[in-house]
């Protein structure tokens, strides 16, 4: 399957993250009244075409807890698989792992390929509220977050972290209103919540951090920069990585559409990003024994082959009796 959706995410301890993964399944559960307990380990067949496995064990002295549910989408022959792990430790930084996955080929000839920008699910949005997670040591909320000029040398922090799997984006109020700007930020980073970090920055704000990271790396007034991971001020093609969403697009393009722009972008981004090598070997174990990748085209190539297939047998079986009985009758009356 293709992967449409990918966070991951550490998780400070001292937080009763499990606790509250569960809590916001519950809620998940009882707005699509689906009567199903979250924190009960077991399979749950919800339809013919739709289940929920959850997966509780012990591990490395902490918690693990994995949800996956597997169902049909509102498209034709569409797929997904939702998955959150979780891992929770108790004096140690737990981790949650938030993937949504779907058929990995184009549909059938005549339909659109696949290129949705897909949600970010609503329970991982509610849990950025409610608990302490990072990228790398860059902070995850679940909204932009202003920035004061007390915060510029952790910022510098952020954008140099080798550690960071996700972009951190430095959006420039320019001369926009302050409600406005806040209200547009919202809405432009609206997917990429759980991906990335968002920072708004004033004018004296925006001044001050153009002047900590340079000309090259500097956020024009109005704009948007994304910083991918590793920013190196001391190399002078490195600008070349950071991409500016100028005004001239900004003011040009409806709002919705430049967010799922910038979500589809991200989602493409991420879902080439291995997740840690820490995550996959716990996780290992409790996988299910994986076949050989094939393709959507292929699968439909081989479910040909084999209707090809029954339909010859099946032709077999009903003409070769009637040539046996024939022969019997000969023989008999012959005889």
Known sequence: MAVGFRSFLRVAPGQALLDTVIEHLGRWLASKEIHLDADRAGQYVLDHDDLVTVLRDHVEGGQLYRWR????????????????????????????????????????????????????????????????????????????????????????????????????????????????????????????????????????????????????LAVPP???????????????????????????????????????MLGRAERDRAAKMPIPEDARALIQPYEPTQLPAMSWREQQRRLLELQAEVDRLREALTTRPHLHVAGLQEHLTAS
């Open 222 to 260: 109005g704009t948007m920069r994304t910083y991918l991971p590793e920013v190196d001020l001391d190399n002078p093609e490195d600008p070349l990585r950071h991409r500016i969403l100028g005004r001239t697009r900004i003011v040009g393009t409806d709002t919705r559409r430049l967010a799922r």
């Open 69 to 216: 549910r597997q169902h049909p989408d509102a498209q034709p022959r569409d797929v997904w698989r939702t998955t959150i792990t979780v891992l929770e430790l108790p004096d140690e930084p737990g981790w949650i792992w938030t993937e949504i996955e779907t058929r990995d080929d184009c549909p059938a000839l005549g339909e659109a390929p696949f290129n949705r920008c897909m949600s970010v699910p609503s329970v991982l949005r509610g849990l950025l509220a409610e608990i302490e997670a990072l990228d790398g040591r860059t902070e995850i909320a679940p909204s932009p977050q202003w920035v004061t000029l007390g915060h510029l040398p952790d910022l510098m922090d952020y954008l140099a972290d080798e550690t960071r799997r996700g972009p951190v984006y430095m959006i420039s109020q320019g001369q926009q209103p302050r409600d406005e700007f806040e209200r547009w930020a919202r809405e432009v980073t609206w997917h990429l919540v759980g991906m990335g970090s968002a920072f708004l920055l004033d004018p004296a704000v925006e001044l001050g951090f153009n002047e900590m990271v340079g000309s090259g």
